[in-house]
Structures are given as C-alpha cells and as structure tokens.
C-alpha cells in the first residue's frame, strides 16, 4: 500500500467521522428543540418520546467510540492527526451530554405539564434558540476546521449566561410572590441551568476545536455572566 493511498484512506475515514459527529450534534439541537416544543404544549406523551430518542445519540456516541479506536489501531496517527482523533473523541463526549440535558428538559416538562401554567414558562424558548444556535455554529466551525469561528461561538455563550441569569431572578420573584408558583417554577430552574449547561458543552467543543486546529489551548479568558452564584442574588425566603 503506496504512502498516498495510506494519507487518502486515513483522510477518507476522519472526513467518515466528522461526518458523524456533526449529524450526531444535529441530533442533540433537534432533541433541544423539540423538549421546548413539548413544554409550550405541555404534551407528556410526546415528552416521553424526546427521552426515548435519546437512546439514538447515545448509540451514535459509541459507534464513534469504536471507529476513533479503529483509526488508532489501524492508522496509528501521529502528531496533528492524533489531535484529530482525540478531538473528536472529546467533542462526541460533549455532544452525547447536550443531548443528556435535552432529555432532562422533556423529563421536567412531564411533572410541569400536570399543574397550572405559569407565564415565566415561555422564557425558556429564548434560552433554547441561543443555545441550539451555539450547537449548530460550533459544530459548522468543526466541520470547515475554522477555530476562529468557533472561537466567535465560544465568546457568544456570555450571552446566554446574561439570558439565564435575567430568567433565574425572574423566576425568583415569581416564586416570592406567591407560594403557589414555587413548584412549578423550581421545574424551570432545574430546566433553565440544564440549557445553560448546553452551552457550557458548546464552549468546550469551540476549545477542542482551538487546540485541534493550532495545538495549544484556547488560552482566553472567557467572559462568563452566568450570576446565579453571586452571593447578592437574591435568596428564597430571605
């Protein structure tokens, strides 16, 4: 086998690879979607199947398990190529917990779904579009390899920390208001900081991105506001 049809062959298959993780994190934006699509029409049925569908990314997770220990084994790559591999390792690991969190958000819905309605509810939609947004962006930079991209994606997710932080003290006051909202609105934070999460995993894609394309580590600062932590936000009954 000519040195060429081995460089070909390898290319072949992490061009396969990439491949799968994109459709894999399609995948996981398209659950993010439809959970939020299920809590504005408090549809338990349809909640129960966002979960199960899970299982698909899940499934994609470990079959690119197995392919990156088959390029290892059969391709022993070397240098940048072996930050290919990792990297999309990595990213896979990051994707298969956005999807994780989707399901927790159609998980949460089911419970929400069975008392009355609560305006703060259609907040949600806001913090699910900027975080699917990051997914798909980060996850387009990773396909074209173009860091400068995802870095751009990693310096976005500022916003949706400002978003989260903005609806955590909104529910807050709801919840202080009146007692009766205090379940309902404990289901939307729990929601709330799972979306939040998803574009913490996002970020991470855009760092193994970095190093992936230049070998060294994104060594930015990034400006996070999530604020939910701040000692002077406000506490339930205090």
Request: glycine share 6%; with cysteine; hydrophobic share 45%.
């Amino acid at each position: 086998m000519t040195k060429d049809h081995i460089i070909k062959s390898y290319d072949s298959e992490l061009a396969r690879l990439t491949g799968e993780i994109v459709r894999m994190g399609e995948l996981a934006a398209a659950q993010l979607e439809a959970a939020i699509d299920v809590v504005e029409r408090r549809d338990d049925r349809a909640a129960q199947r966002v979960v199960a569908n899970d299982d698909a990314i899940d499934a994609l997770e470990q079959e690119i398990s197995h392919d990156v220990v088959r390029l290892l084994a059969l391709r022993a790559p070397m240098a940048g190529d072996l930050r290919n591999v990792f990297a999309a390792l990595r990213i896979a690991s990051d994707i298969e917990r956005i999807g994780d969190y989707a399901a927790n958000v159609a998980k949460r819905s089911i419970p929400l779904s069975m008392v009355a309605p609560v305006a703060p509810t259609s907040g949600l939609g806001l913090l699910a579009r900027l975080a699917a947004a990051e997914v798909r962006d980060v996850l387009g930079a990773y396909a074209r390899q173009d860091a400068e991209q995802g870095y751009q994606v990693w310096k976005r997710d500022a916003k949706l920390d400002e978003a989260y932080t903005g609806y955590f003290r909104q529910l807050l006051t709801y919840m202080m208001e009146d007692p009766r909202n205090i379940t309902p609105c404990t289901h939307l934070l729990f929601m709330a900081k799972n979306i939040e999460r998803i574009g913490d995993h996002a970020t991470n894609i855009a760092e193994n991105l970095w190093y992936q394309v230049y070998g060294e580590p994104l060594a930015k600062q990034r400006d996070n506001r999530d604020l939910t932590s701040n000692p002077d936000m406000p506490r339930l009954g205090g």
